[in-house]
């Protein structure tokens, strides 16, 4: 399962790169097509439209469906609509290719969740998990880096062709070494069926679950788009010394993920349950994020970047977890439709977060409370995954009765 793993973390490398590349690309895409502000801010929106609305039919088709196959289509499907971004010509192309990628893309993270469920035990899913955690961090650490200086040398049409093609590239070895046998060992005991809708939204964890993960992708998605504009515009840095910081930030953040995936499982092997191991990751590293966010900005230049640095590393810790809580609740059998709902739920905050910090500036100019806001989002996250979610076990249901884990008419 090594090498089914190693393919997993460089599919959601690749995902977080297709997903950021028009942000990489925008000065010079704007220019060349003549495109306004407003279309340029839709255009940076619209892949959330489709990924979030597309979740819960995701979720749905890789629980229906052989989640290998499914992945492979949408993998098949973001990336011809990343390289056929190379050759539009107009807004409304762009427009469509952006809706495409999304839908895509929204396979990702319920199929990852089934087969990690499926195939990987309780004490081996923080360091699974830990590993796509890492490669959501390293594509936008990529992308910063280097996206910027190939569109500068290159243009972004090539950028978008060939990165496309070699992303293809990815679904040999995966139609090779997929997984395909079930381990019962994996599964536990009992028959899990797969939660309807109604069911779903009458259960506390599910809310739990999907409000902690909006919190955490709301932090995630304000430090993508907005730390570049806070390091130059407010601590003045240039254009490369903030590449490298953000770079950085990322790196550090894929390191820590991984250590804390590995960590966990080790603790667990130790005898602690999953319900004090996971939440400390989860519900503690938002905590440790909250009071970063506070020092970013009353401390001087100096200290804010360090601040930085340890604000995307807690975020690391707390997505190397996330999904293993979700795996776990969900069992095997619901695991691809539970994480479409909730990653539905969380990745409203892609929407919401860029909007809300820019109106927040626009009225009073000033970063300080913007993060403040961020801090809050992050302890009512810690507040979601300590305590609404309850005990870290597998829900179980029985012929469609009610499940057996506390719900919200509890």
Known sequence: MRIVL?????????????????????PFLKDELNLSMSQLGILLSTFFWTYSI??????????????????????????AATAATGLAHGFAMLL????????????????????????????????ANSVIAAGLNCGPAFG????????ARFGWRPFFIVLGLISL???????????????????????????????????????????????????????????PIYLVRELHFSMNKMATLAGTSYVTAAVVAAACG???????????TPTVVRKTFTGGSLVCASMFLILCVVAGRDLSTAMIICVTASFGAAASNIWA???TLAGPEAAGRWTGMQNF??????????????????????????????????????????????????????????????????
Not at 101 to 127: M, Q, W
Not at 363 to 389: D, E, H, K, M, Y
């Open 345 to 410: 739920v969380g990745n409203l905050s892609g929407i919401v977060a860029p909007a809300l910090t820019g109106f927040v500036l626009g009225r009073t100019g000033q970063f300080f409370w913007p993060f403040t806001i961020n801090a809050v989002v992050a302890l009512l996250g810690a507040i979601s995954w300590i305590f609404v979610i309850g005990p870290v076990e597998q829900v179980r249901w029985e012929g469609g009765a009610r499940p057996r884990v506390s719900s919200l008419e509890c």
């Open 6 to 26: 190693i393919l997993l973390g460089l599919s959601v490398f690749i995902n977080y790169i297709d997903r950021s590349n028009l942000s990489i690309a925008a």
């Open 144 to 151: 910063m880096f280097f996206g910027g200086v190939l569109i």
């Open 96 to 127: 469509g290719l952006r809706l495409v990628l999304g839908i895509g893309e929204s396979v990702a993270y319920p199929s990852y969740s089934k087969i990690l469920a499926r195939h990987f035990p309780e004490d081996r899913r923080g360091f």
């Open 169 to 227: 590239s990815w679904l040999a070895p995966w139609l090779k070494w997929r997984p395909r046998a079930l381990d019962s060992s994996v599964t536990g005991n009992g028959k899990l069926s797969a939660p309807s809708l109604l069911e779903f939204v009458k259960l506390r964890p599910a809310w739990g679950t999907c409000g902690g993960l909006f919190c955490c992708n709301y932090l995630n998605y304000f430090l993508i788009t907005w730390m």
């Open 325 to 327: 809580v979700t795996q």
């Open 54 to 79: 597309f979740q819960p039919v995701s979720g749905w088709l890789v629980d229906r469906f052989d989640v290998n196959w499914v992945l492979a289509l949408g993998f098949l499907l973001w990336s």
């Open 262 to 272: 590995w960590i966990a499982d080790r603790w667990i092997d130790a005898g602690r």
